[in-house]
């Protein structure tokens, strides 16, 4: 039987980044974050790298695959996890809102809450499913302790 190919989170993520740019340069709308202060967003883009790379630290640590629906061998609930059960998804989220606030204008906010929408429709609540299959009780405590985004 054939598996069927799914997009996986990084290929919404970088469309989005793609959209967010297109709109600030295409149609820019109205700059709402001047400069400097728009400079702060390489601040949030920083942090989102850092919270993406440290979760995923944790899946390889763990000894767990990293894409959606593989598997899992782990239920990672250390470091990042202990504040969010989807710390590579809030990264992603973090850095788009990072680069929104350094293009300053209006047009690149829109493409974050379609991102959300379809990251939280096509992964996460699968991946919920998936893992209250594979774990149980075990990952039902944890998801009663700590929240889905933050």
Known sequence: MEQKRRLIPPVYFFLALVVMAALHWALPIARIIPP???????????????LL????????????PVV?????TALVTSGSY???????????????SGLAILLGTVGPWLPIPCFVWIIR?????????????????QYLAYKSRVRRWL
């Open 36 to 50: 400097p202060v728009s400079y702060l967003g390489a601040l949030l883009i920083v942090a989102g790298v850092w």
């Open 53 to 64: 790379g440290h979760a995923f630290r944790g899946f390889t640590r763990a000894g767990t």
């Open 68 to 72: 959606p629906f593989e598997r899992s």
């Open 82 to 96: 202990r504040l969010t059960r989807n710390p590579m998804y809030v990264g992603m989220v973090v850095i788009l």
């Open 121 to 137: 429709s096509n992964f996460i609540l699968g991946e919920e499913r998936f893992l209250e299959e594979l774990f149980g009780q």
